[in-house]
C-alpha cells in the first residue's frame, strides 16, 4: 500500500500558501490545515503589533502543528501550510516522520509585497515581512515552486509531482497551432499549466495537427490535442479560458462566432492575434451581452518569445483580465526586476492598439536600420564589416533585439555569398503598419516616422517601376566616405525621435480617449521579450514616469543636442548621393519643425482664407475672421 503523505507549503507570508492549499485540498479531495489557525493568542497579538516572532513562540506552534500531522497521516494524506522559515522550524516539523514533503513557494520580495498589500483583513502586517525574508533559510529538499505561476499551475505540478495524480481537466484551452500557437503551448506547459490544444481540420491542407502536435514533444505528454469543438471545450476546467492564436480578421471572426455559441456565461477568450483594436473593442461588448468575456492581448517577441517568454499586451475589463494574468503573467518574458513583461492596459481595445503602435515603432526601427545598413553598403562596406560596425555601437547604449538581428543576419553567408544579397528588395506587411499610419492620421498626430517607414516599404514593392525610372534617371551612386561617428550618432538621433513619436502617439489618444495608459508601464513591458527592446527603452522608464513628451528630458535633450548635427551631416550626405533616406532625413526635418517655436502656417493660414474663406486668427485676437484679400 502506498504511504500516506503530508505536503507542507512553506514560505514568506503572502506567497499565496493558504490559497494554493485550499485548492489543492479540493483538487486532491485532502484535508487542509492552516499553521496560521494554530497561533496561541500571544503570537498572533505579537505579530498584529508588528513584532516578529522568536524561535521560542514558534516552538510550541511547530510541536503542535507536528502533532496535527502525524494524526492526519494515520487516515491519508494531508496539507498543511506554515511558514517553515528556518531549518530547525521545518525540523520539528519532520519529527518523527518522514512522511513530510515540504513545497517551497518561492517569490521576489517585490511581488510578495504586492499581494501583501492588497490582502484584506489579515493580521500579518505587511511591514514583517522584511524579518520574515531574513529569518528565511530556503530548503536545500524541498519541491520548490515559483509563484510566479498560477494557482491551479501550481496545483497542478504538486498533485503530478508528489501525489501522482493528474487533474482530469486542462487549465486553459488554446487555439491555433501555427509556429505561434505551438510555441506558446510549450511555453505554458514549461511553466506547469495543463492545456488542451485545437487546430482545425482541413483535408489535405491541416491533418491532424494538433494530435500529431502534442505527440511530437515528450514535454506534451499530459496535452490532449482536438479537432473537434465539443470535445475541447469539454476538456478544460471552467470557467474555461481560451487563447486564440489565429490569424486576426476573417479567420478570427470565424472561431469567435462558433465559440459564442458554445461558451457560458464567465467563461474567458483572450485573442492573442494582430486584431485591429476597433474590432477587439465591438467584440467585446458583442461577447459582454452573453456574459462571455473577451481579452484582447497584444503579444510580441516572434515565435522565440512565444516559446521563452513575450511581452503581452491585455486590455478587456478588470475583471476578466485577473482571471487570465497568472496564465498571461507565466508565459511573459521577465523584466530586470524579475516582473512579468505583460501588464493591464485598459479597457476595450487598447492592448490591441498598444501592440499596433508597438509595431509603428518596429516598422520605423527596422526601417532606420536598413538606412543606415544602405549608406554603410554605399561606403564600400561588406555586410560583415557593416555587422561589425553595429555590433561595436552595442557598448555606446544602442544594443537591442533589431541591432542584434540586423548584425546576425547580415553576418550570414551561404558559401562565400551573403545571404542578405539573395534577398528580393521588395518588402511586404501585414496590416498593422496600415493601421498605425491610418490612426495618426486620422487622429491628426503627426508621427511621421511610422507613417514613413510604411511608405519607405511601399515604395520599395513598386520594384519594376524602380527599375524602370532608374534607367530614365540614371542614378550612379559613388563609393562616398562616411564617419562612422556620425552615422551613429544619426541612428541615435533617429532612435530617439522615432521613440518620442511613438510615446506621443500613445499618450495623445489616451488623452483624447480617457484611457489613463501608464506609458512608464508600457516602455516597462517592452524592455524584454518584444521586437523593440532595447537598451534605450529601459531609460525610458523612469522618464515617462515624469513625462510623456521625452524631448523635455533633460538627459535626452542633451543627447539630442549632442546628435542631431551629425543626423543632419549624414542626411546631407545621403540628399547628395542620391540615397534614399525616408526616417533618417524625416527625423531631422520633424525635429526641426517641432522645435521651431514660429513656423510658416500663417501663410498657409492667409492662403485658405484668400481662396476659401476658412478664416484665420489674428495674433492676439480671440475670434477668426475672414480678410477682403485683393479687394
Ligand atoms: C511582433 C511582431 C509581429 C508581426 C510581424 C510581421 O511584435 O512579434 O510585430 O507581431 O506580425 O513582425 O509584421 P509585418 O508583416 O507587418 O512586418
Same mark, same amino acid.
Given at each position: 500500500?502506498?504511504?500516506?503523505?503530508a505536503?507542507?507549503? !512553506?514560505?514568506v507570508?503572502g506567497?499565496?500558501?493558504t490559497?494554493?492549499g485550499?485548492a489543492?485540498?479540493?483538487a486532491?479531495?485532502?484535508?487542509?490545515?492552516?499553521?496560521d *489557525?494554530?497561533?496561541s493568542?500571544?503570537?498572533?497579538?505579537?505579530m498584529?503589533?508588528?513584532?516578529?516572532?522568536?524561535d521560542?513562540?514558534r516552538?510550541?506552534?511547530?510541536l503542535?502543528?507536528q502533532?496535527?500531522m502525524?494524526?492526519?497521516?494515520l487516515?491519508g494524506?494531508?496539507?498543511?501550510?506554515?511558514?517553515?522559515?528556518?531549518?530547525?522550524?521545518r525540523a520539528?516539523l519532520?519529527?518523527?516522520?518522514?512522511?513530510?514533503?515540504f @513545497?517551497?513557494?518561492e517569490?521576489?520580495k517585490?511581488l510578495?509585497?504586492?499581494?501583501?498589500a492588497n490582502?484584506?483583513?489579515?493580521?500579518?502586517?505587511a511591514?514583517?515581512l522584511?524579518?520574515?525574508?531574513?529569518?528565511?533559510e530556503?530548503?536545500?529538499?524541498?519541491?520548490t @515552486?515559483?509563484?510566479? +505561476?498560477s #494557482?491551479s499551475?501550481?496545483?497542478?505540478?504538486i498533485?503530478?509531482?508528489?501525489?501522482?495524480?493528474k487533474?482530469?481537466? /486542462?487549465a486553459?484551452?488554446? !487555439?491555433?497551432?501555427g509556429v !505561434?500557437g505551438k510555441?506558446?503551448?510549450?511555453?505554458?506547459?514549461?511553466?506547469?499549466i495543463?492545456?488542451?490544444?485545437?487546430n482545425?481540420e482541413?483535408?489535405?491542407v491541416?491533418?491532424?495537427v494538433?494530435?500529431? &502536435?502534442?505527440?511530437?514533444?515528450?514535454?506534451l505528454?499530459d496535452?490532449q490535442?482536438f479537432?473537434d469543438y465539443?470535445?475541447f471545450?469539454?476538456?478544460l476546467q $471552467?470557467?474555461?479560458?481560451?487563447?486564440? =492564436?489565429?490569424?486576426?480578421g476573417?479567420?478570427?471572426?470565424?472561431?469567435?462566432?462558433?465559440?459564442a455559441?458554445l461558451?457560458n456565461?464567465?467563461?474567458?477568450?483572450?485573442d492573442? %492575434?494582430n486584431?485591429?483594436y476597433?474590432?477587439?473593442e465591438t467584440?467585446?461588448?458583442?461577447?459582454?451581452?452573453?456574459g462571455?468575456h473577451?481579452?484582447?492581448a %497584444?503579444?510580441?517577441g516572434?515565435?522565440?518569445?512565444?516559446?521563452?517568454?513575450a511581452s503581452?499586451? #491585455?486590455?478587456?475589463?478588470?475583471?476578466?483580465?485577473?482571471l487570465? /494574468?497568472?496564465?498571461?503573467? $507565466?508565459?511573459a518574458?521577465?523584466?530586470?526586476?524579475?516582473?512579468?513583461c505583460?501588464t493591464?492596459i485598459g479597457?476595450?481595445?487598447?492592448?490591441?492598439? @498598444?501592440?499596433?503602435?508597438?509595431?509603428?515603432?518596429?516598422?520605423?526601427e527596422?526601417?532606420?536600420?536598413?538606412?543606415i545598413? %544602405?549608406?554603410?553598403?554605399?561606403a564600400g562596406k561588406?555586410?560583415?564589416?557593416?555587422?561589425d !560596425?553595429?555590433?561595436?555601437?552595442?557598448?555606446?547604449?544602442?544594443?537591442s533585439?533589431?541591432?542584434?538581428?540586423?548584425? *546576425?543576419?547580415l553576418?550570414?553567408?551561404?558559401?562565400?555569398?551573403?545571404?542578405?544579397d539573395?534577398?528580393h *528588395?521588395?518588402?511586404?506587411s501585414?496590416?498593422? %503598419?496600415?493601421?498605425?499610419t491610418?490612426a495618426?492620421?486620422?487622429?491628426?498626430i #503627426?508621427?511621421?516616422?511610422? /507613417?514613413?517607414?510604411?511608405y519607405a516599404?511601399?515604395i520599395? $514593392?513598386?520594384k519594376?517601376?524602380r527599375?524602370q525610372?532608374?534607367?530614365?534617371? #540614371?542614378n550612379k551612386?559613388?563609393?562616398?566616405?562616411?564617419?562612422e561617428?556620425?552615422l551613429k550618432?544619426?541612428?541615435?538621433f533617429?532612435? =530617439?525621435?522615432i521613440?518620442?513619436q511613438?510615446?506621443w502617439?500613445?499618450?495623445e489618444?489616451?488623452?483624447n480617449?480617457h484611457?489613463s495608459l501608464?506609458l512608464?508601464e508600457?516602455?516597462r513591458?517592452?524592455?524584454?521579450?518584444?521586437i523593440i527592446?532595447s537598451?534605450?527603452?529601459?531609460?525610458l522608464?523612469?522618464?515617462?514616469?515624469i513625462?510623456?513628451?521625452?524631448?523635455?528630458?533633460?538627459s535626452?535633450? *542633451?543627447?539630442?543636442?549632442t546628435?542631431a548635427p551629425?543626423?543632419?551631416?549624414i542626411?546631407?550626405?545621403a540628399?547628395?548621393?542620391k540615397?534614399?533616406t525616408?526616417?533618417?532625413?524625416?527625423?531631422? +526635418? &520633424?525635429?526641426n519643425?517641432?522645435?521651431?517655436a514660429? $513656423?510658416?502656417?500663417?501663410?498657409?493660414?492667409?492662403q485658405?482664407?484668400? &481662396?476659401?474663406a476658412?478664416?484665420?486668427?489674428?495674433?492676439g485676437?480671440t475670434?477668426?475672421?475672414h480678410?477682403?484679400?485683393?479687394s
Open positions: 500500500m502506498p504511504k500516506n503523505i505536503i507542507v507549503l !512553506m514560505g507570508a506567497v499565496g500558501k490559497t494554493i485550499l489543492l485540498s479540493k486532491g479531495g485532502i484535508p487542509f490545515f492552516d499553521g *489557525d494554530y497561533h493568542s500571544s503570537n498572533r497579538d505579537k498584529a503589533a508588528g513584532i516578529a516572532l522568536s521560542e513562540d516552538t510550541a506552534w511547530l503542535e502543528l502533532g496535527v502525524e494524526t492526519a497521516l487516515k494524506n494531508c496539507i498543511l501550510a506554515c511558514s517553515a522559515l528556518k531549518k530547525a522550524h520539528i519532520e519529527k518523527n516522520s518522514n512522511a513530510i514533503h @513545497v517551497y513557494l517569490g521576489s517585490n510578495i509585497e504586492q499581494r501583501l490582502r484584506i483583513g489579515h493580521y500579518f502586517p511591514s514583517l522584511a524579518s520574515q525574508l531574513e529569518t528565511l530556503p530548503p536545500e529538499n524541498a519541491f @515552486v515559483s509563484i510566479t +505561476q #494557482p499551475a501550481i496545483v497542478e505540478m498533485m503530478k509531482t508528489l501525489l501522482n495524480k487533474t482530469s481537466k /486542462a486553459i484551452g488554446l !487555439m491555433g497551432l !505561434m510555441a506558446l503551448t510549450q511555453n505554458f506547459v514549461r511553466n506547469g495543463s492545456v488542451s490544444v485545437y482545425r482541413l483535408k489535405g491541416e491533418e491532424l494538433a494530435k500529431n &502536435f502534442v505527440q511530437s514533444l515528450p514535454l505528454k496535452t490535442g479537432c465539443t470535445s471545450i469539454d476538456s $471552467s470557467p474555461k479560458k481560451i487563447f486564440l =492564436m489565429i490569424e486576426a476573417a479567420a478570427t471572426e470565424k472561431v469567435l462566432s462558433e465559440l455559441v461558451l456565461k464567465g467563461d474567458i477568450i483572450v492573442l %492575434g486584431t485591429f476597433k474590432e477587439t467584440r467585446i461588448h458583442h461577447f459582454a451581452k452573453k462571455i473577451l481579452i484582447g %497584444g503579444i510580441s516572434g515565435e522565440l518569445g512565444a516559446l521563452n517568454g503581452i499586451m #491585455p486590455s478587456g475589463t478588470k475583471e476578466a483580465y485577473e487570465v /494574468a497568472p496564465y498571461l503573467n $507565466s508565459i518574458a521577465k523584466d530586470k526586476n524579475n516582473q512579468a505583460s493591464y479597457e476595450g481595445g487598447t492592448g490591441h492598439f @498598444v501592440k499596433m503602435v508597438h509595431n509603428g515603432i518596429e516598422y520605423a527596422m526601417q532606420l536600420l536598413a538606412e545598413y %544602405g549608406l554603410a553598403r554605399a561588406n555586410p560583415t564589416e557593416i555587422a !560596425m553595429l555590433s561595436s555601437w552595442k557598448q555606446d547604449k544602442l544594443d533585439f533589431l541591432l542584434n538581428t540586423t548584425i *546576425d543576419i553576418n550570414t553567408k551561404e558559401g562565400n555569398d551573403w545571404l542578405i539573395k534577398i *528588395d521588395a518588402s511586404e501585414k496590416g498593422t %503598419g496600415t493601421w498605425a491610418n495618426l492620421t486620422n487622429a491628426a #503627426p508621427a511621421s516616422l511610422i /507613417a514613413n517607414a510604411l516599404r511601399q520599395s $514593392s513598386y519594376n517601376l527599375v525610372l532608374e534607367k530614365n534617371y #540614371p551612386k559613388e563609393v562616398i566616405t562616411i564617419n561617428a556620425s550618432n544619426a541612428y541615435h533617429t532612435k =530617439m525621435i521613440h518620442f511613438g510615446f502617439l500613445l499618450d489618444f489616451s488623452k480617449h484611457w501608464d512608464s508600457i516602455a513591458i517592452w524592455t524584454r521579450g518584444c527592446q537598451d534605450f527603452m529601459e531609460t522608464v523612469p522618464i515617462l514616469k513625462t510623456p513628451t521625452i524631448l523635455l528630458d533633460t535626452i535633450a *542633451d543627447q539630442i543636442k546628435s551629425a543626423a543632419t551631416e542626411v546631407i550626405q540628399l547628395e548621393n540615397i534614399a525616408a526616417i533618417l532625413s524625416d527625423a531631422i +526635418q &520633424f525635429f519643425a517641432i522645435s521651431t514660429h $513656423s510658416t502656417a500663417n501663410l498657409i493660414q492667409a485658405r482664407d484668400f &481662396f476659401g476658412h478664416t484665420f486668427l489674428r495674433i485676437a475670434a477668426k475672421e480678410y477682403a484679400w485683393g
